[in-house]
């Protein structure tokens, strides 16, 4: 989805009364499967619109964004390291970091 798209999906959301976060790539360093400024939707009940990338960094995500939705109630800035599993899963992880804004509209 592009940002249109994915700004059209959040009014779509809110006029619906449906909670969710728009989360943004801010920050990455190495090798990430987006870029800088790539959105993300995530909703209360784990429906998403857009990418980050896909694999361990969105399920990382989707927890912060549901945590957020449910606790937090406050904009975050989420770090995410996809070196962990580099030797566990070989060449399915980038090798990177990425730093995500997750803000909550409710």
Do not use: H, W
Not at 25 to 30: F, Q, S
Not at 74 to 84: Q, R, S
Request: glycine letters at 14%.
């Amino acid at each position: 989805m592009n940002d249109g798209e994915i700004f059209n999906q959040l009014v779509d959301l809110q006029q619906n009364g449906i909670a969710s976060c728009l989360a943004t790539i801010i920050r990455t360093a190495g090798s990430t499967p987006r870029e800088i400024g790539a959105k993300m939707l995530i909703c209360l009940d784990g429906t998403t619109y857009g990418s980050i990338g896909g694999g361990c960094g969105e399920r990382q995500l989707q927890s912060a964004a549901i945590r957020c939705l449910l606790k937090d109630k406050k904009p975050e800035i989420l770090d995410i390291d996809l070196t962990v599993d580099l030797n566990v899963k070989g060449g399915d992880v980038c090798g990177g970091n990425l730093s995500v804004f997750v803000e909550p509209f409710f």
